[in-house]
């Protein structure tokens, strides 16, 4: 399974762009990534997948390089509805799932 | 609506009084899966499924058992809990395809405390 490793925490404020680097240097050729987003007390809510290149859809966008050993998840424009827990989850190909550790974004005003 | 369901969403109990806490989807997905969730350490596998009667251990599967008599539902049974079992728990399903597996849809979560 690739191990991935992002930030703890990361600090914003309203109307800038957020991104999130998350590392994965021992990923599977069939491995997806895909970003999660988590609000206190409810389960993690799937926000972007993609393979390689850029994903981009209404919520983030998705950048992948070539060699694939991190993605960034990018927040346009973060409000305060977006401070919350975002999970980096690289998988699919067996049958094991293995979360990252989660990085907190706290936007303020 | 799409949805996978827990059951209880609290649950206080004492050590060593079994329980089980019940998962069901409506979205006829193959692959269902358990997750704790404790400060500081994100979310962890405990068990998953790819399908019925298909079930393999993930990271922490120690004083857990699953079942997957049905397509629709994946019970989580702490045959005699611990303190340690402590925690927020989460069921989830997805499609069992390659890329489809990580789309997972989640429950709304199970707190369980154990005394």
């Known amino acids: 399974l690739a191990k991935t490793t992002q930030p703890i925490s990361m600090d914003s404020y309203e109307g800038q762009e957020v991104n999130i680097t998350c590392s994965h240097n021992?990923?599977?050729?069939?491995?997806?990534i895909t970003w999660y987003q988590q609000f206190p007390s409810q389960g993690p809510r799937f926000i972007i997948q993609?393979?390689?290149t850029k994903v981009t859809n209404e919520v983030a966008s998705l950048f992948i390089p070539a060699d694939r050993k991190s993605s960034t998840l990018s927040l346009p424009r973060v409000s305060l509805s977006d401070t919350a827990v975002y999970y980096c989850?690289?998988?699919?190909?067996?049958?094991?799932?293995?979360f990252g550790a989660g990085t907190q974004v706290v936007v303020t005003p | 609506e799409a949805q996978v369901t827990q059951n209880p969403r609290y649950l206080i109990t004492v050590t060593g009084k079994k329980l089980t806490v019940t998962c069901s989807q409506n979205m006829n997905h193959e692959y269902m899966s358990w997750y704790r969730q404790d400060p500081g350490l994100g979310l962890r596998q405990i068990y998953y499924?790819?399908?019925?009667?298909?079930?393999d251990k993930g990271d922490v599967p120690e004083g857990y058992k699953v079942s997957r008599k049905e397509k629709r539902n994946f019970p989580l049974i702490l045959e005699s809990p611990s303190p340690n079992q402590t925690s927020l728990y989460f069921c989830?399903?997805?499609?069992?395809?390659?890329?489809?597996?990580?789309?997972?849809?989640f429950g709304a979560g199970t707190r369980l405390s154990v005394l």
């Open positions: 021992n990923i599977a050729t069939n491995d997806y």
């Open positions: 499924s790819m399908n019925v009667e298909v079930t």
């Open positions: 993609g393979y390689k």
């Open positions: 989850l690289v998988g699919g190909s067996w049958g094991k799932l293995q």
């Open positions: 989830a399903s997805s499609r069992y395809r390659t890329g489809d597996k990580n789309i997972q849809y």
